[in-house]
Each structure stands twice: as structure tokens, then as C-alpha cells.
């Protein structure tokens, strides 16, 4: 995010008794001096963390990306994409992928398969999601659904959600798989100089 021309001001949202220990990680981690990083305790909730890093920023930030930690290989050019959508027009941006599987909706109950969506009309969601700061001001006030993600707030208000190209390195780390596969990227972007 900080290589990223377009960010000019990072709010780190940490686990809220971890505030002190997430800044001593970055100022010890060299992170470029031109970006301004500050680091403020979370809520309990995903939505209440949002909250409290959108109340951190600077009143003239009219652009804001909400990124998952989990995501840590997002290339450059998938953040400065989403900016671009936003400051085209478009309230809400995600990066999204097409699919490589089939998807099957199921009765919880019984598990027993109830549709195929087509799957050229999906699309695996990414972040960091960008939202002109006013839509995602409203979405937070106004929507108390428990929702998995900031578009889905946005969405909930009729809002239009544009999904722009994704990229295959942006994937969620939660699995030890993830790691290895992180490690290889990691590795290859190394040798290749990024």
C-alpha cells in the first residue's frame, strides 16, 4: 500500500491492546518515510475496526480503501486500479476475479446441492475495496446487518459496486498452504527485482 502512488496516508487498525507492539513493527520494518502511517486500536467487531480507521483519517481524504491484513501481496497496480475507479466516478469499487471452480448453493440442512449459478457471472472479491468516503461514511452510520465485507454495506444502501480486474497474488494468507505459496511469490518477485 505505501509503494502505491495514489495512498498518501495508511491508518493500521490493530487488535485493540496491540496498538503500541503493531508501531513498533513498522517503525522497526523501514516502511518508505513519504507515506504518513498511523497505527490506532481496533473494535470488536470487523465493521467497528472500519469505523475507528475511517474516524482516523484526515478531514480532506475524500478517497478510502479498506484493505485486508490477510491480503498481503496485493500488487501495486490492483490499489492504484480501485483509485482509479473511484476518482472516475464510481462510488464503490472491488477487485474481483473470475472463477476457476464450479459453485454449488446447498440447503444447509440437508446438504443436499439446490442450484449452479453460471459461473461467468461471478467473480471472487478482493481488497483492498475503494469507496468515495462519503458513501462509506453513510454505509457505516446507517447499516447494522452483519455483513462480511464494506461492499456489501454499500450494497445494502442501493449503492452501485463496480468490480475492476483482480490479480492472483492478492490472496487471502490463512492456511499453511498460503504460506508456501506466499514464501514462492515473495521469492519470484525477488528475483525479479519488484
Known amino acids: 500500500m505505501a509503494r502505491a502512488r495514489a495512498v498518501t496516508v495508511i491508518v493500521v487498525v490493530a487488535p485493540p491492546d496491540g496498538a503500541a507492539e503493531v508501531r513498533a513493527l513498522l517503525d522497526a520494518n523501514g516502511l518508505p518515510e513519504a507515506t504518513d502511517i498511523r497505527v490506532v486500536p481496533g473494535g470488536e467487531e470487523r465493521q467497528d475496526s472500519v469505523r475507528l480507521g475511517l474516524a482516523a483519517l484526515p ?4 478517497v478510502v480503501l479498506v484493505h485486508d491484513a490477510a491480503r498481503p501481496l496485493v500488487p501495486v497496480e490492483t490499489v492504484e486500479a480501485v483509485v482509479d ?3 472516475g466516478g464510481a462510488p464503490a469499487v472491488v477487485p474481483g476475479l473470475p472463477l476457476a471452480d464450479t459453485v454449488k ?11 449452479t449459478p453460471q459461473r461467468a457471472l461471478l467473480r471472487a472479491v478482493q481488497t483492498p475495496q475503494g469507496f468515495d468516503r462519503a458513501v462509506l461514511s453513510k454505509a457505516h452510520a446507517t447499516v447494522t446487518d452483519d455483513v462480511t465485507d464494506d461492499a456489501g454495506m454499500v450494497e445494502r444502501m442501493g449503492v452501485p459496486v463496480l468490480v475492476v480486474p483482480g490479480h492472483e497474488e492478492a490472496f487471502k494468507v490463512t492456511r499453511p498452504l498460503d504460506l508456501v505459496l506466499a514464501e514462492a511469490v515473495l521469492a519470484r518477485r525477488r528475483v525479479n527485482g519488484h
Open 59 to 62: 478531514d480532506d481524504v475524500d
Open 85 to 87: 475507479a473511484v476518482r
Open 105 to 115: 448453493s446447498i440447503d444447509l440442512g440437508t446438504g443436499t446441492v439446490t442450484g
